[in-house]
């Protein structure tokens, strides 16, 4: 039995049966490539464009986060829990705050931990600082949101499996269309904390608000004493071509919610704001034993000086319009729309090619290519923002032989 077998063979055994995963066994990695063997035999090569949901920004075993990891673990102090203090965090919360331009960080392990966090300060700051009568604090998001899968997350969700079987759903939200400002003008009243949104939505397939969006939601939100609060989740850190999507309209939100490329591959997520705001809580109100470790904060710490030292949301951004520019050039009867922002591509697939799993597949078997499907025909791409002009062509060659038949 080879290892692949071995592993599916376990997976389907004792794994909870909650994800699909094309079946690739990842063992080795770098850059944008992984191997599914140690030998690296160009057989078990494979170009990932997915980066794991723009987690792996930096692409695969970065030699600066290599080392910032090896040098945290040569110390033995790998967690101390919140009782203690560590440096690494200190620094890494003094640069977080320095690079949003806000005063406070809040640090947690992943990007639910992060929305979770972010929405106990708004309702609390609307207690105490705007004067919302007990429990009545609401929260306006948008419909096509992914936010995270906790029980409260779902509560906000418009995608109907994400609830179906985990009610009672939690009450304090109100959805309204994405993009729509007098939809979210009608939504705000008295009792609104605050307006949660990606300003790019990645899991519905690289959808972008219509230009001037979000800066006329920060004008609302500012008069109506709202919180405008980013869930830069995905959309953060050079994915979508800027240090955050926000600054694709010169949109500074009150709250960023920060995660996955964040940590540089490892978890760690943070609630980013102002000290008015992140004033509301005291010791006892919130917390996490991991949340700031030393050992991911250290990574995390050189991570963002990796994005910013070598200009990864300006490789986003050029190469980005390269590969969507490239992919448009396609003629293909399956193609209905590609969109893109930076280096996150989503195309979306008309209803008559039999949904963008099975183009996930070609792809995988035939080109070892990896990408991932979302919302049944929209292939989304993120490869890594290390990526390479040739290592683009070489994808763009293949999704030519698959999207042209």
């Known amino acids: 039995m080879n290892e692949l077998n071995r592993v599916l063979e376990l997976m389907d055994k004792y794994a909870a049966k909650n994800y699909h995963p094309l079946p690739v066994n990842i063992m080795e990695a770098q850059g944008c490539w992984v191997w599914t063997g140690t030998e690296r035999k160009d057989e078990e090569k494979y170009l990932d464009c997915l980066a794991s949901y723009s ?36 620094d890494l919360i003094e640069l977080l705050a320095d690079v949003c ?21 708004a309702r609390k700051w609307a207690y105490q600082k705007k004067g919302v009568k ?94 405008l609060m980013a869930d830069e989740i995905q959309s953060g850190l050079g994915r979508a071509g800027a240090l955050f999507a926000c600054d694709l309209e010169g949109v ?23 000290d008015v705001i992140m004033d509301v809580l005291k010791p ?16 995390a710490l050189e991570a963002i000086k990796v994005i910013i030292e070598e200009k990864l949301p300006d490789r986003s951004r050029e190469l980005g319009k390269y590969f969507a520019d490239e992919l448009r050039r396609i003629d293909s009867p399956h193609v209905k729309e590609i969109r893109s922002a930076g280096l996150w591509i989503g195309i ?15 792809l995988q078997d035939k080109h070892h290519i990896l990408c991932k499907e979302t919302h049944y025909n929209i292939i989304r791409m ?20 698959v999207l042209a038949g």
Request: contains cysteine.
């Open 382 to 401: 993120a490869p890594p923002l290390v990526i390479s002009k040739k290592e683009i062509d070489w994808v763009l060659d293949k999704f030519r032989d």
């Open 348 to 362: 979306e697939l008309t209803e008559e090619s039999g949904g963008a799993r099975r183009f996930c597949e070609i």
């Open 101 to 121: 331009k806000k005063e406070k960080v809040l640090l947690m392990n992943t990007g639910a931990e992060a929305v979770e966090s972010a929405i106990k300060i």
């Open 252 to 274: 500074t939100p009150h709250v960023y919610i920060l995660g996955k490329a964040i940590g540089g591959g490892y978890p760690l997520s943070a609630v980013v704001c102002d």
């Open 55 to 90: 987690a792996l920004n930096h692409g695969y075993n970065h030699p600066r986060l290599v080392s910032a990891a090896l040098k945290q673990i040569a110390t033995g102090v790998t967690v101390t829990s919140r009782a203690f203090l560590n440096t690494p965090m200190a």
């Open 134 to 227: 007990k429990d009545q604090a609401k929260i306006i998001a948008c419909q096509g949101n992914f936010h995270g899968r906790t029980t409260a997350i779902i509560s906000f969700s418009s995608e109907k499996q994400y609830q179906e079987g985990f009610g009672p759903l939690t009450p304090g939200f109100e959805l309204i269309p994405y993009g729509d400002i007098e939809a979210l003008r009608q939504a705000i009243d008295e009792n609104t904390a605050a307006f949660l949104i990606e300003p790019i939505q990645g899991e519905a397939g690289v959808i972008i608000p219509p230009k001037g969006f979000l800066a006329e939601a920060k004008k609302l939100c500012d008069k109506h004493n709202v919180l």
């Open 284 to 299: 006892g109100d919130h917390g996490s034993t991991f949340g700031g470790n030393p050992f991911c904060s250290a990574i």
